[in-house]
């Protein structure tokens, strides 16, 4: 928090929330949720704010500071303490979150505080600790259940009751369950995404620390370091030569950072190095020896070519549901400092609001599907997709089956040549269930996501899309017998906030479907017009 925020918030008893309502808490109610979604119970109940407050009276010794803090602290005790059934209150990632800091707040201000204000601390975090114990509560084999289970580790330090012991070895035991579930072998992370991929890394650091922190040589907290390294070199080759990881599932843009801890380090291994020269595009680190990546258990394909600085993300995988996004086969394209192809980004975590429901869709992917059929989020039926390797030296090409739409079976291949800057994509559907056919006229599109800044050209007679940067110039060549149009959507980079985009449509008709897009660049600004 700003100090700015801190002094208003001190002043006022508001916290400003420029995203959403502020927080007034001379009238608070601590029941109340004004929006459809999380994110403001969120903040309000993971009570960073009170951390925040607690820092800054500790830097000025003012007792006002103190009173607030109690004040809102007493406010949430009597207002709460009696509904542990109440979802905005209880919110499973809030809670823990709320004890971790509750947690931190008796460590950093133990010399400062009362009996009376001791004992209150206590009472709150007992009630928390006893909501997160409850198995039904525990929000297993995922990132929240590690948060979970985290805090109850932490709070194992502070909270004053008999069976103490017991509190900390369920927290050991779900940590270690929830950090060897969370990633595959290969490093990628189950949760879709690489902002996820990021969050669980620094996951699995805070673990080891706080392991560290608590219970030094003796501590049971266990991740391999083997695949540490293997998950930072996966995270930095996700990020783009414009230092921004492409906005694939649930990521938002924000800065990556170099992952500096205390007491655990792999900061000599060369793939932290290798992670580092790719997060600071260069300027520091050791540069990989090689610049494409294959993630056959978590279902990505990176090709991060050092020469061209092109990064092309392919993914095609369903092994969680937690932040699943309909994307089997989509893929992300940037080259030359710019964007081409993007994805849609998370918006926020409201699974009612239309948009977000729209950009979890396979509408909003770079992908071919069925129009008209929706895809499931199915994990049994999802056993068969998978990714396959079929690169050679400076060709990279890789493939990957879909199973998303019941009853179809959907393919596609990318194929990069490096030398020649070109790529072949190829997309196959075909139907597996013969009453589909049957009863509905099939029809397929394939989506391409492209930024607004491209200028698009259709040329219907060559059969060529040009997409138009700042430098070059994308053709996109397809085949006969295919229908063409522009649509106007939107992407999200951050919270609640929506950009404009093009998707270009390729409307296919048949019972089955095979087709090659070619892409090329080009820069010849002069003769652009005058075909493919």
Known sequence: MSEDDLQYLIKNKILRLYDYEDINFNIIDWTYNPYDHTGYIFILHKMEYVLDLAYFFIKTRDEGIKEIIFDI????????NDKLDNPWIFHDHATALRAFNISKFLNIMK?????????????????????????????????????QSLSLYKASFFLEVDNILDIRNVAIERINSELKFAFCDDGGHKENSPAYLYYGVSQVLRALDIGYKYEKENTKIYFPLDLLKKSCLVLGYFVQFNEKMPLIGDTVEFKINNFLLNKISIHNCKEYKNYIYLISNGREGLKPDKDFLFLKNSGYAIVKDFDNKLNLVFKCKHISNYHRHDDDLNFTLFYDNEEWFIDGGLYQYSEKDEFRKYLRSHLSHNLTY????????????????????????????????????????????????????????????????????????????????????????????????????????LHLIYQDNIDIHMEENYISRKINTKEKVNILKFIHNGIHLDTVFNLAYSNDFVNYNLGC
């Open 73 to 80: 602290l007493n406010s949430w005790y009597l207002s709460c």
């Open 111 to 147: 010399n400062y505080i009362s009996e009376d204000q001791f004992l209150l601390l206590q009472k709150i975090l007992a009630i928390d600790v006893n909501k997160l114990l409850m198995d039904e509560f525990y929000s297993k084999n995922t990132n929240h259940g590690l948060d």
């Open 370 to 473: 069925p129009k008209n059929f929706k895809a499931h989020r199915n994990l049994q039926k999802s056993l068969k997709t998978h990714i396959n390797n079929l690169s050679s030296e400076n060709i990279y090409k890789f493939e990957g089956y879909s199973y998303m739409f019941d009853g179809f079976e959907n393919y596609r291949s990318i194929e990069y040549d490096k030398n020649k800057l070109i790529f072949t994509i190829i997309d196959r559907c075909k139907i597996l269930n013969k009453n589909i056919a049957i009863e509905n006229n099939i029809t397929y599109v394939t989506n391409f996501v492209i930024p607004k800044n491209k200028e698009i050209v259709i040329d219907k007679l060559n059969k060529c899309v040009k997409i138009i940067g700042k430098n070059k110039i």
